[in-house]
C-alpha cells in the first residue's frame, strides 16, 4: 500500500471518478487553472480538459444552483465550496433546492450531487471562514454528509458521494489536506454509514468525526500511558447516514462514553447522538455522557486562544478521567 | 411617501393600439394552422377556467397555505411553451399552474395536487408552489423567489454538456429580478454561453410593490445588458408576440448558443396570493381597466374572429367544455383520498426508494 496524502486521495478519486462516467464534472471556484485554492484538484484540468473542470466566478449561489439543475437532468456535478463556510451565501441551493426537490416532487427527481470542501476552524482564518455546518446539514432530510478524517476513509467516501443518486455533503479539513495515510492501488468504495473503530478499547468509548477523530487517538495515547485506560476510537465517518448499531455497540461494551466535535455544543450532531445512547444503552452506562466540542463562542482568529477552542487531546482525556 | 400613494402603474390601452398585423406575419405563427391557433385558444381558457374554479376551492378550504393565481397572463406561459422543441425544457417560479398546464399536465393531477391529494402530480407532497413533471420536461414550480434562476442555468448547462440542440425557458416574476441569485445567474448564462431564455413576466408587481418602487434602472431588459445577453421587450397580452420573440430566443439558443432575457408586459388580476388584500396599492379601476381593454383571451378571441378562424359559437362551446373539465377536475380531487401516513417518509433518498439498489448503511432517518 502507498502512503499518500489526504489532498492526494481526494484526487485520486475524483479522477477515477471522472474516467469511470462520463457524467460527472467538477466546478467550483479556482479548481481549474489555479490548480485548486488547497490544490485538491491538481492536473485535473490538463487531464479532462475545461468542458469538465470548471473554474467559476465567485458565485455560490449561481454555481451550487446549476449544480443542482444540471444533477436533475442526469449529469453528476461535483461542486466544489473553497470553504463550507461559503455555502451560507448559497444556502437557498442547498437547503432548499437539492434537499427538498426528490420530495417535493413526489419521488420524480433525484439530485445526484456532490458538495464538498473543507469545513474548520484553527487555521487562524477567523469567524466566517470557519464554520462546520455539519449539524445543519444532518438536521435537514433530503442531504447525506460525511466526515472523513484519514486518506482511505476520503478516497473510498468521496467515490461513494459521487456513485450515490442523492445529494451527499462530503466535509474536508485544511489541516488534514497534508496528513497522509496507507491507501490501496486497488480501486475500493466505502459504503455512505459505516463507521470505523480506528483503536479497539475497553473501558471508554470516545466517539468523533473528522478531525476529532485524530484528537482522540492521541487522546487516547494519552490515556493509555498516564493512567492505564484503554479507550475505543468511534470514527463515525458518516453522520447522515448514520452507523447507529456501532455506536451502541461501543457503548454497551465500554459503558462510558466522551463525544468528541470540533462543531460547536449547542444542537450539535453529539447532541443527537447522547440522545440516542441513553434512549438504546441506558442500563449500560455507568456515567453520564460527556461531551468535548469547541468553546460556544465565534470562531476567534488569535491563534493561541484558538488553539484552546477547539478540542484537544488534553482536554479531551481530562474529560474522560472524569466519568472513570 | 411613495409608499402611502397608490401607484397607477401603467394607463392600459385598447386592442387597437397592438400591432397585432405584425406579429402575426412572424414565420412561427404564419406556420400555424387554424387548429393549432384554436388549440392555443383552448390552452389559455383552459388555464383561467383552471385558475377560476381552484379558487372556488380554496374559498371552500379545500386548498390549504397560498393560491397564487395566473389569471391575466395566460397568453405568457401558453406562447412560450407553445414554440418549444422537442427537448426544450421549463422551469418557473411558484405562480406555476399555468405553466404546468401549459406543459401539458393534465388538470386532474394539477387540482389533485392543489387538493393535498395522493393523485396529485406530485402525491400531494409539492402543493401549489411546487408542481413538477419532468417527463413533460417541466421542472417546477419553485417556491423561493429566484430561486430557480440558478436551476434554469443548470439545466442549459447539462444540454449543453450533452450536447443536445435544445434550451431551457426560465419563467421568473418581476420581483425576482432583484435576487443576487438571479444576477448571478444572468452573468453564468453569458459568460458559459448556456442555451437559457429568461422571461421575466413582468405583471407590475413583486406582492403588493409596484416595479417602479422595487427597480431602479428601468427597463428590466437592462439588467442583461451589463452581462452583454440579447434581451427583447414583449407584450404578453398578444399570444402571437409571446411566440414571436420567444422562438426568436429559443433560435439564439440553438444556433448561437446563446441565453437571451426577454421581459414580458403582462398583469395579474387577481391579489399576489388569494387571501392577501388587493386594494392597498392598487386600485379596482386599474384591474378593471386591464380586463376590459387588455385581456390576453379576449383579444385572442377577437383576432380570431377577425381571421375567422373562430366564430363565438365555437368559442362558446370551447368555454362550456372546459368549464365542464375544471370542474371535473375538482370532483377528481375531491374525491381522492389524502397520501397513507408512510408518504411521509419517502422519496426523500432515492436510496430508500430503491432499496434493491441500495449501497449505503446505517440510519437515515431518526424517528
Redesign the interface.
Known amino acids: 500500500m502507498a502512503r499518500i496524502s489526504y489532498r492526494e486521495a481526494i484526487q485520486q478519486a475524483l479522477s477515477e471518478e471522472m474516467k469511470r462516467d462520463g457524467r460527472v464534472f467538477l466546478m467550483g471556484e479556482e479548481v481549474a487553472q489555479f490548480q485548486g485554492s488547497y490544490k485538491v484538484t491538481e492536473n485535473l484540468l490538463e487531464e479532462f480538459g475545461s468542458r469538465r473542470v470548471i473554474d467559476t466566478p465567485i458565485s455560490e449561489a449561481g454555481f451550487a444552483g446549476i449544480g443542482v439543475g444540471a444533477a436533475m437532468m442526469g449529469l453528476r456535478p461535483v461542486i466544489e465550496f473553497m470553504f463550507w463556510s461559503f455555502t451560507y451565501v448559497a444556502f437557498d441551493q442547498v437547503f432548499n433546492n437539492a434537499a427538498n426537490l426528490r420530495y417535493m416532487s413526489g419521488g420524480l427527481i433525484n439530485v445526484p450531487l456532490v458538495i464538498r470542501g473543507p469545513a474548520n476552524g484553527g487555521t487562524g482564518v477567523g469567524a466566517t471562514h470557519s464554520q462546520t455546518p455539519e449539524n445543519f446539514i444532518a438536521n435537514t432530510p433530503g442531504l447525506k454528509v460525511v466526515c472523513p478524517a484519514t486518506p482511505y476513509d476520503v478516497k473510498g467516501m468521496m467515490k461513494s458521494a459521487i456513485r450515490d443518486n442523492d445529494p451527499v455533503c462530503v466535509m474536508e479539513n485544511t489541516l488534514l489536506y497534508n496528513e497522509q495515510g496507507e491507501v490501496p492501488a486497488d480501486e475500493y468504495v466505502i459504503p455512505l454509514g459505516l463507521a470505523d473503530i480506528k483503536r479497539k478499547g475497553t473501558d471508554i468509548s470516545l466517539i468523533a468525526h473528522g478531525r476529532s477523530v485524530i484528537t482522540c487517538l492521541k487522546a487516547a495515547e494519552i490515556l493509555e500511558s498516564e493512567d492505564e485506560i484503554n479507550a475505543e476510537v468511534v470514527d463515525l465517518r458518516s453522520l447522515r447516514p448514520l452507523d447507529t448499531d456501532t455506536i451502541i455497540e461501543s457503548v454497551k461494551k465500554t459503558n462510558r462514553v466522551v463525544l468528541v466535535e470540533e462543531n460547536k455544543p449547542f444542537c450539535g450532531i453529539d447532541a443527537q447522538i447522547a440522545f440516542m445512547i441513553q434512549d438504546r444503552a441506558f442500563d449500560w452506562l455507568d456515567a453520564p455522557v460527556k461531551r468535548v466540542s469547541s468553546i460556544d463562542a465565534p470562531q476567534i482568529y488569535s491563534m493561541p486562544l484558538e488553539k484552546l477552542q477547539i478540542p484537544d487531546a488534553q482536554r479531551v482525556a481530562r474529560t474522560a478521567r472524569e466519568i472513570i | 411617501m411613495a409608499t402611502k400613494t397608490k401607484v397607477n402603474r401603467r394607463k392600459p390601452g385598447n386592442v387597437a393600439e397592438f400591432d397585432i398585423r405584425s406579429c402575426a406575419q412572424a414565420k412561427v405563427n404564419k406556420a400555424l394552422a387554424a387548429d393549432d391557433k384554436i388549440a392555443l385558444y383552448r390552452r389559455m381558457v383552459a388555464i383561467r377556467r383552471f385558475e377560476e374554479r381552484s379558487l372556488r376551492a380554496y374559498q371552500q378550504g379545500k386548498i390549504a397555505g397560498f393560491l397564487h393565481l395566473y389569471i391575466g397572463q395566460e397568453a405568457v406561459a401558453t406562447g412560450a411553451v407553445s414554440v418549444m422543441g422537442a427537448e426544450d425544457?421549463v422551469?418557473t417560479a411558484y405562480r406555476d399552474h399555468g405553466h404546468a398546464l401549459a406543459c401539458g399536465m393534465g388538470m386532474r393531477e394539477c387540482m389533485a395536487e392543489l387538493f393535498g391529494k395522493t393523485t396529485?402530480?406530485?402525491?400531494?407532497?409539492?402543493?401549489s408552489m411546487?408542481l413538477?413533471?419532468?417527463?413533460k420536461r417541466f421542472?417546477?414550480?419553485?417556491?423561493?423567489v429566484a430561486?430557480q434562476?440558478?436551476?434554469?442555468?443548470?439545466?442549459?448547462?447539462?444540454?449543453k454538456?450533452?450536447q443536445k440542440r435544445a434550451c431551457c425557458l426560465c419563467f421568473l416574476g418581476d420581483g425576482a429580478t432583484n435576487q443576487?441569485?438571479f444576477y448571478?445567474?444572468l452573468?453564468?448564462a453569458s459568460?458559459w454561453d448556456l442555451p437559457v431564455v429568461f422571461i421575466i413576466e413582468n405583471n407590475g408587481y413583486s406582492m403588493g410593490t409596484a416595479v417602479q418602487r422595487h427597480s431602479a434602472g428601468l427597463p428590466l431588459t437592462k439588467r442583461g445588458t451589463g452581462v452583454g445577453m440579447e434581451s427583447a421587450t414583449c407584450n404578453g397580452h398578444l399570444i402571437y408576440e409571446v411566440r414571436a420573440k420567444t422562438a426568436e430566443a429559443i433560435a439564439r439558443a440553438y444556433d448561437q448558443s446563446k441565453p437571451t432575457l426577454i421581459e414580458v408586459d403582462t398583469y395579474r388580476y387577481r391579489g399576489h396570493s388569494v387571501s392577501d388584500p388587493d386594494q392597498t396599492y392598487r386600485t379596482k379601476k386599474e384591474v378593471e381597466d386591464y380586463r376590459k381593454n387588455r385581456d390576453p383571451i379576449t383579444i385572442f378571441r377577437e383576432i380570431l374572429r377577425e381571421e375567422e378562424v373562430m366564430n363565438d359559437e365555437q368559442a362558446s362551446s370551447i368555454d362550456r367544455e372546459i368549464r365542464k373539465a375544471a370542474e371535473e377536475a375538482a370532483r377528481f380531487a375531491d374525491e381522492s383520498p389524502f397520501p397513507p401516513t408512510e408518504e411521509l417518509t419517502?422519496?426523500?433518498?432515492?436510496?430508500e426508494?430503491?432499496p434493491e439498489e441500495k449501497?449505503?448503511?446505517?440510519?437515515?432517518?431518526?424517528n
Open positions: 425544457q422551469i396529485g402530480c406530485c402525491k400531494g407532497k409539492g402543493g411546487h413538477f413533471a419532468p417527463e421542472w417546477g414550480g419553485h417556491g423561493i430561486g434562476t440558478p436551476l434554469g442555468a443548470g439545466i442549459a448547462f447539462a444540454l454538456y450533452q443576487g441569485a448571478e445567474s452573468n453564468l459568460l419517502r422519496d426523500i433518498y432515492w436510496e426508494d430503491n449501497t449505503s448503511r446505517g440510519t437515515i432517518f431518526f
